[in-house]
């Protein structure tokens, strides 16, 4: 990527649509506003002109906003035209855009990598950026914001601080050892390393990233006949299921995913399970839905009491069916034909789930950063078990190296070209 280059995109989604933004960014900024609008406005102040060719036609009569770097989104000089929103408006003021030298077309999230590049940003709140415009749920987005506005990299930050803080201790004590004085480490340094690992220990143990992005797996089990394609059918609220009277009608993992109170769930009907399997076909479909059992977040078990896998949750399938067997440790007791207490069940599911997803607004960490930070805590314990300042020193220069991976000031071009290739063009 060529910091010198100026690009340009539209930012504002796909068109048409009210207003159509196209930004651009870099040095030639200024200059293509004057070329294309025929001013540059105050910095920051919306001013309405006309958006001509460059012999002389009107291409739309458009806002015009200009912000000179580093006070930009990008620290660039940056430009924006709302225009019109129209598919041929913004499709003529981009080609028109093009035929300026020293303009390209930007490339998917290189607004955002500059702003980076640029420090307006850092890699933790990209990342938490990349998730807000991924968000598809009310507890996704919250805990997006949270970082894409600096809620983690203030913490790394004051975690960063008192690591500089022991660093300097124990520098010290090595500076009066050179001089053939003697001195110890002051009163408190292991109190504070402790209490620094312990806040550290507290966020690995907290839910990642990852359980809000794949949603919380539910997945429903049970002998053949047991009503797990019915109840699937209502809790996903559509006929995704074949529901047959015929034993072994669902062969596969059939699964969906549904936002129930903000949050993302993925119901999963499996194949019936029985010991005494029949054709190929259905053994494999057995191993599959044992499989789906090991990776759900919750079972919910339909057959006879005490026969599911460790943890489940024992359902009563057909409450409106007096010929079935009772059930008389069931958590909830559901009839899917009649819809008797399915939003009942699905409230404990959901109140469930809240005690395992991150909490809203929670600082979350995704698999890269949580690597970052566990690599942090095992330096910092390794500098408590040393004796030796200078080993302590090194323990805490690699803690700290480990932050500076979590927040992006020591990375490579492949991860960020693997985070910004997730935006859009145009952010």
């Known amino acids: 990527m060529i910091a010198t280059d100026t690009i340009f995109a539209v930012s504002s989604g796909a068109p048409p649509a009210a207003i159509g933004i196209v930004r651009i960014s870099g040095p030639a900024a200024g200059p293509a506003l004057r070329r294309i609008a025929g001013e540059v406005p105050p910095p920051r102040h919306a001013t309405l002109a006309r958006l001509r060719r460059e012999d002389g036609a009107v291409l739309d009569e458009a806002l015009i906003l200009w912000f000179p770097g580093p006070r930009s989104a990008t620290g660039e000089d940056c430009a924006e035209l709302h225009c019109h929103g129209g598919r041929a408006v913004l499709a003529a003021v981009c080609d028109t855009l093009s035929q300026f030298e020293g303009l390209r077309p930007a490339m998917e999230g290189e607004f955002t990598r500059r702003a980076f590049a640029t420090g307006r940003i850092d890699l933790a709140e990209a990342e938490g950026l990349a998730d807000l415009l991924a968000a598809e749920t009310e507890l996704q987005r919250s805990a997006a914001i949270a970082n894409a506005g600096g809620a983690l990299s203030r913490k790394v930050e004051d975690w960063r601080m008192a690591v500089l803080g022991l660093s300097a201790e124990v520098e010290a004590v090595l500076d009066f050892s050179d001089e053939d004085d003697s ?41 053949p006949n047991a009503g797990k394609s019915t109840l699937f059918n209502a809790l996903v609220e ?32 499996t194949a019936g399970v ?19 059992f090991e990776r759900a977040d919750l079972v919910l078990w339909l057959g006879p009491d005490g026969q599911g896998p460790a943890g489940a ?29 399915i939003e009942a069940l699905k409230r404990d599911v959901v109140d469930f789930a809240r005690t395992v997803l991150p909490k809203p607004g929670a600082v979350v960490i995704n698999a890269r950063q949580y690597r970052a930070l566990n690599d942090a805590r095992d330096s910092l314990k390794h ?38 290739g997730r935006f859009c063009i145009g952010k």
């Open 183 to 223: 001195a110890d480490l002051a009163d408190g340094f292991d109190t504070r390393l402790s209490e620094l690992i312990g806040e550290i220990e507290e966020q690995l143990a907290r839910p990642r990233s990852e359980a809000l992005n794949d949603g919380f797996r539910v997945a429903l089990a049970g002998p």
């Open 238 to 269: 559509s006929e995704a299921a074949i529901v047959s009277p015929i034993a072994g009608t669902t062969r596969d993992v059939i699964e969906r995913p549904v936002a129930i109170a903000g949050m993302k769930f993925v119901f999963v009907d």
């Open 274 to 292: 029985r010991d005494e399997a029949g054709e190929e076909i259905e053994v494999i479909g057995i191993e599959r839905a044992r499989t789906e």
């Open 313 to 341: 949750w024992e359902i009563a399938s057909r409450s409106d069916d007096p010929g079935t067997s009772p059930k008389p440790t069931a958590r909830q007791f559901v009839s899917a034909v009649t819809g008797e207490n």
């Open 383 to 420: 500098t408590a078990q040393r004796g030796d300042p200078l080993l302590k020193g090194e323990g805490l220069r690699e803690a700290r190296m480990a932050f500076d991976r979590l927040v992006g000031r020591s990375t490579t071009e492949d991860m960020l070209d693997a985070l910004f």
